[in-house]
């Protein structure tokens, strides 16, 4: 087992990697000190497969579990699930000293973290992530929040979990798209952080797409690594931890003209982290051949590099972008690149760039 520590003085914890965690989940739990009563929140694609498991290992450690479940995907991350859960936790008599299971990917880690976060004022959290993307990027750092109709993530807080268990073997019931979508999030710690991270993606991304077990405990561990030590300087993204957002500003934009529907997460942010080195060479001067090895590598890795969009659409596009968090007095702030390995936060982009990028993407 791998262990990857996030420093946030009296907040810090651990992550750990590895295969055969989720059985261990109680035990863990116990030695965190947590209350007695929990609640496992999951959805139904995921409780079907790992639930049992969570709450058997629950039980065994004494713990009192109930089991709650939202509907599968994007659209779920909402108030209305809030709602729900909320009304379940209160149902089921969660005190203060009791804490919260998030079993399950990206949206389940969200939404489960927010719930925590705000229900009786705050909770404890474990995190237990079954995606490859939840793994190595939405489970660490402690960013909760929903989706509103205007945009993506517009509701939410800073709550750190006690514990992250990322266990491989969950892995190998993931679709492939959603694999593929996690690697999104992979490869741009290789851009934004280490370049010989980047390389080594480069050299073995056929061993990650065979989910071959060492090749994953190492790209999980350094992309956890990263964002732990990103996080540890700047937990709540005052400046250094704006750089996890490289690709995300034009990303969620995608999501949200998408209805959250068409796209997963990990594939609007491979066209955005693709035009975002796009716009890196206009104005940071990212070398072509950069440009070339990071839209290149997205692409080996299955994940679209590019959106066709009418006039209409590229409207709405931006419109979406202004809702992002990163805008300034009207200005979005962008994350881009000077070299793989070398990230400038706060850039601004003149519009007519933007626009040219959004009508090359849908040019073959």
Known sequence: MRMVRVPLGTRSYDIRIGGDLLPGLGLVCRKLGLGRQCAVISDTTVAPLFGKSALRSLRSAGFEPVSINIAAGEQSKNLKSVDQCYAALANHRIERKSFVVALGGGVVGDLAGFVAATYLRGIPFVQVPTTLLSQVDSSVGGKVGVNLKAGKNLVGSFYQPQVVLCDLNTLKTLPEREFRAGLAEVIKYGIIYDAKFFNWLERDLDLLLRRDAKALTKAIARSCEIKAEVVGQDEKESGLRAILNFGHTIGHAIEAITAYGKYLHGEAISIGQVMAAQLSAGLKGLPARDVERIRAL??????????????????RLRKAMMLDKKVSAGDIKFVLAERIGTIHIG???PDQMIDGV???SGTS
């Open 298 to 315: 997205f692409e080996r890795a299955g994940l679209p590099v590019q959106i066709r969009l009418t006039a209409p659409q590229r409207t």
């Open 358 to 360: 959004l009508k090359a």
């Open 347 to 349: 850039q601004s982009v």
